[in-house]
């Protein structure tokens, strides 16, 4: 069992953290012997960040990792956290990136 806590709605710009607990088969939290989290933004693109490589993922406590990114494309982002080796699971999100009604003005 694993879960992924985002936010729902951002505007485009902001830094977005996405937070995911990685649990063992007893549902304790566990770190994985690798996280992975995929990113695909509007139009296909897959970003991906590894725990250790990137410094966009982070370790916050046991089987605890979060990412952040800033969102700079409006539309549906698709978020996808993996862990292998230890502990193997996944969980799946999304953010929905606005457009920022300022900074993309046209008058």
Do not use: C, K, N
């Not at 939290?29 to 995929?38: E, G, K, L």
């Not at 046991?62 to 862990?83: C, F, I, Q, S």
């Not at 193997?88 to 990136?97: H, N, P, Q």
């Amino acid at each position: 069992m694993t879960s992924m806590v985002m936010l729902e709605q951002v505007v485009r710009g902001e830094v977005v953290r996405a937070d995911v607990v990685f649990r063992d088969a007893d549902g304790e939290p566990a770190d994985p012997t690798i996280v992975t989290f995929q990113v695909r933004v509007p139009g296909g693109q897959v970003r991906t960040y590894r725990f250790g490589q990137d410094a966009a993922v982070s370790r916050l406590a046991l089987g605890t990792y979060r990412l952040e990114l800033r969102v700079d494309v409006p539309g549906r982002w698709h978020l996808y956290a993996r862990a292998d080796g230890a502990v193997e699971t996944a969980a799946i999100g999304r953010i929905d990136v606005a457009h920022d009604p300022l900074y993309d003005a046209t008058s």
